[in-house]
């Protein structure tokens, strides 16, 4: 069963955001690690979030259907078969 | 934790070095920029804006732009910042000429219908993987790009740039145009949106 959130728990929603990133003083992170090891809630909050950035990375790292990827291939060999670059101009 | 130093596309990439060795004459490097430049258009077309259509456009602006650029830049590690800053323009002005409809999102799973009717798949299965992972990931990412479609869109590109791209905080608040400060607190807000449409039902 879901853990369920208290008060407390839905205040410190973007700290453990902020937690997870490092992005704390050394007092706020002091204050969300020791709510965190007694609370199963934010703990599973945080294990979620981690989750979500790590689906995030995989859609980054997607691969380009071949066809689009045919495609970009052939403008880069047309557009360098065109010649060097030409001087930029005022 | 640290997305600032953990996302692929970005970290995977020394784009500073590969400038420099295309102004070198590496047609190698040159052409593994140009190659980036349009990865990086057609995931923000797909992803930011939402239309696979808009993505032909994107790419072709981002290609030749990088093209000019990449020969001429004098500052090589101010490449990257240059080349989101450029794939965003490039894509934005491919939207506005479409339609004047809101920006929403299209899910690498999805089979999309082009203008000239035309489908196409977005994505194509890692034949690298075993199937029930490859399923396991099409899930996750189908899941993933739908709840990006709930946020707005500043916090879309936030988390776009950040999260799937891996930029650091300095080079998002450079594309995006704003402080630090703010890519920060639009980051945090937009993760916990995100995660609560990946947890509902």
């Known amino acids: ?90 | 934790m640290n997305p600032s130093t953990s996302g692929p596309s970005a970290r995977e990439t020394d784009y500073g070095a590969l400038v420099r060795a295309a102004q070198g004459g590496s047609q190698q490097a040159m052409e593994r920029l140009l190659m980036r430049a349009q990865e990086i258009a057609y995931r923000f077309s797909l992803l930011v804006c939402g239309h696979a259509d808009d993505a032909d456009d994107a790419m072709q602006e981002a290609l030749l732009k990088t093209y000019r650029y990449a020969s001429q830049i004098k500052e090589p590690d101010a490449f990257r910042t240059w080349l989101y800053r450029t794939v965003k323009n490039a894509c934005l002005i491919s939207r506005r000429k479409r339609v004047h409809e809101p920006a929403r999102l299209e899910s690498l799973d999805a089979v999309v219908e082009h203008q000239d009717g035309s489908v196409q798949g977005i994505d194509v299965p890692d034949p690298g993987r075993r199937p029930d992972e490859a399923l396991e990931n099409t899930r996750l990412r189908g899941a993933l790009h739908r709840a990006l479609q709930t946020l707005a869109p500043e916090h879309r590109l936030i988390v776009f740039l950040r999260e799937v791209e891996g930029l650091s905080t300095r080079e998002v608040a450079q594309v995006v145009g704003i402080s630090e400060a703010n890519v920060k607190t639009r980051l945090h807000r937009a993760r916990l949106s995100l995660r609560q449409q990946l947890e509902s039902p």
């Open chain 1, 1 to 90: 069963m879901k853990p369920e959130p208290t008060d407390r728990c839905r205040k410190l929603l973007e700290e453990v955001s902020r937690y997870l990133d490092g992005d704390l003083t050394a007092a706020e992170r002091r204050k969300v690690g020791q709510h965190l090891q007694r609370c199963p809630c934010c703990q599973h909050m945080a294990d979620s979030l981690k989750h979500t950035v790590e689906a995030c990375h995989k859609a980054g790292s997607a691969r380009l259907p071949a066809d689009v990827r045919s495609r970009a291939r052939a403008r880069i060999a047309t557009l360098l078969a065109s010649g060097p670059v030409p001087p930029r101009t005022a």
